[in-house]
């Protein structure tokens, strides 16, 4: 059977295994271990290998749900993650220091998977910090050419995830009917 | 001098992140005991910048352009901007505390005369010494204070989840107008209508107004008022969806009465203060009022027979989601398109593309192409991928899982 995956990157504390678990069909599993680095000034533990979930289809097919570790340093595995994916979710945390920043890191790591296939932004922690807002993630992206979806997300509210993997779909072929 | 015997402050923070944010929040509360406690934008009197953040430049000069409010900036460097207090990292208290205190005289003589006062203090702050703070008294009762929920997280209309609706909920949601069929192509001509003759096109002018000038102003229109602030791009109105989906759909000849006014609301109210959850976000607002004016029609500013175009792509977790709308918006990003075509490749019933395209043009993200190449040019074909199948049952799978 194919290996069908969606896979969801971002910055330390964007939300990415909380995102998975909003929409994941199994409890995901979590790599995760406490922080002991810049980390731990975000959280108290952070992903070090991989999120994984999975959404089960009708008919058995499943759709694997792959988070990528946020630190940078582990970046030699998102090439390895991303083979054979469907698509990207970005989730950028609106409370950093620069996430404008962040968004051109991981467009420009990913900027290979996403010709290939497309992306979808989600903006976490809006209710803490408005500014930037999302038409100002807009004009940076314009000014680099893509206009990608752009929502503000609550990871934790599957209805926000969901919208967000659906416009990367739609994205991907408008004529896709439910 | 410290401020203690003197109600605090009224601060706002800008260009900190959370953790800054609450660092600096700890830091008035502890340190500087209680001299300003940081609340919202809106109800600040003083603003307190971190002036080595990225924005810090563009942030000082709309806040020196925008705002009467004395200005403290902190930073690493000797600032050049005239008119603020400057207080040099890393903050002394007693630095701080000096500035505060410059901050409530310039208040205080602005109270007294009534005029604006520039701050006109600069490097005050530290040039003097003022007598150090004691030791800080318990810290966690106000960051337990933060970590509960800031007026903003309080805003549950402005950041609550999308409703989507689906075909079967459509006319009861949105309404249709009797008599006509929206649906039958020999009727689109008569399918349309002027925002101008509704409360959206008040709202619309208002909201312009108030965006020129910067300035906090009140709609009366003999219904609910309806309060614009447009520094945080937010309505504030006193009746619920059930109310303003009524009211949208009157028109405005048939109502009575002293009609529309716009007037600057020179002091929000403290009701206004305390019903936070009234609070609206702009556009999510105008996007529902816009559906519910349309009735599933289309502004008759459009020329039907020529392609829109999106310029980028709704923020939908925010809005009502109209059927369809998601994919409507996807097509649309591809390539223009004329509304009856973007109904006849999609296969769905032109209702739902008027009532998208109406929401979105009054937010200003719908473009009409005027020059002629823009027609000339075939909007490409939307290709099939190998995958429609699996990407339709994912779909499928998360719309049957939306709650």
């Keep these: 059977m194919s290996h069908y995956k969606i896979i969801f990157t971002g910055p330390v504390g964007a939300g990415k295994t909380t995102a998975i678990e909003s929409i994941s069909d199994i409890a995901p599993i ?106 100002d993630y807009h004009s940076q992206l314009r000014a680099m050419g893509i206009k990608p979806p752009v929502f503000s997300v609550d990871a934790r509210v599957k209805n926000d995830v969901s919208l967000l993997v659906q416009s990367l779909l739609y994205s991907l072929d408008p004529g896709i009917e439910a | ?89 890393p903050v002394k208290t007693s630095d701080l505390l000096f500035a505060l205190s410059e901050a409530r005289a310039i208040l205080s003589v602005k109270k007294k005369s009534g005029n604006q006062v520039n701050a006109c203090t600069q490097n005050t702050a530290s040039r003097q010494s003022q007598k150090p703070v004691t030791k800080p008294e318990s810290l966690l009762d106000p960051v337990k204070k933060q970590a509960t929920k ?53 709202v619309q002018s208002a909201l312009m107004v108030a965006e020129a000038k910067k300035q906090v102003m009140r709609l009366n229109s003999g219904w609910k008022p309806l309060i614009i602030f447009p520094h945080n791009h937010e309505i504030w109105l006193d009746a619920d969806d059930k109310q303003l989906r009524a009211f949208a759909g009157v028109g405005m000849n048939k109502i009575s009465g002293p009609g529309m006014t716009l ?58 989601v109209t059927p369809h709308a998601l994919r409507i918006s996807a097509l649309l990003m591809a390539s223009p398109r004329t509304l009856p075509e973007i109904a ?12 998208f395209i109406s929401s979105a043009y009054a937010l200003g993200l719908i473009g009409q192409a005027k020059r002629e190449a823009d027609e000339i040019v075939q909007p490409s074909v939307v290709k099939k991928t190998e995958q429609q199948g699996l990407l339709s049952r994912i779909i499928g799978k998360l719309r049957a899982n939306k709650s």
């Design chain 1, 30 to 135: 979590k790599t995760d271990a406490s922080a002991s680095d810049m980390t731990k000034t975000k959280k108290s533990s952070t992903t070090v290998a991989m999120d994984y979930g999975i959404m089960n289809l009708t008919g058995g097919e499943k759709i694997h749900l792959y988070g990528t570790p946020g630190q940078e340093r582990f970046d030699f595995m998102w090439d390895i993650l991303t083979t054979g994916g469907i698509g990207l979710i970005l989730l950028l945390d609106n409370t950093r220091a620069d996430p404008f920043q962040d968004m051109k890191f991981f467009l420009d790591s990913f900027q290979k998977f996403i010709a290939e296939t497309n992306v979808a932004i989600g903006v976490t922690q809006m209710d803490l910090s408005n500014k930037p807002t999302i038409n």
């Design chain 2, 1 to 89: 001098m410290s401020d203690k015997r003197k109600s605090p402050l009224k601060t706002a923070l800008h260009g900190m992140d959370e953790r800054a944010y609450k660092m600096m929040a700890m830091y008035l509360q502890g340190p500087c005991k209680g001299a300003a406690v940081v609340v919202e934008d809106l109800k600040a009197e003083i603003d307190i910048i971190d002036a080595d953040s990225v924005k810090a430049k563009t942030l000082l000069k709309q806040r020196l352009t925008e705002s009467t409010k004395p200005i403290i900036a902190l930073s690493l460097q000797e600032l050049t901007f005239e008119n603020i207090l400057y207080v040099k990292k």
């Design chain 2, 150 to 202: 800031t007026d903003e997280q309080k805003k549950t209309s402005k950041h609550q989840t999308a409703m989507q609706l689906d075909e079967g909920k459509f006319n009861a949601f949105i309404g249709s107008v009797p008599g006509l069929d929206v649906n039958d192509p020999k009727q689109f001509p008569d399918a349309t209508y002027n925002p101008k003759d509704y409360f959206q096109g008040y």
């Design chain 2, 263 to 320: 007037t600057p609301e020179e002091s929000i109210a403290a009701s206004v203060q305390e019903s936070l959850e009234k609070f609206h976000d702009q556009d999510a607002f105008l996007w529902k009022l816009a559906a519910w004016t349309s009735k599933g029609r289309y502004p008759g500013a459009l020329d039907i027979n020529r392609p829109v175009f999106l310029k980028h792509w709704p923020n939908f977790t925010r809005l009502v």
């Design chain 2, 344 to 355: 006849e490749v999609l296969k769905i019933k032109p209702q739902y593309v008027f009532v």
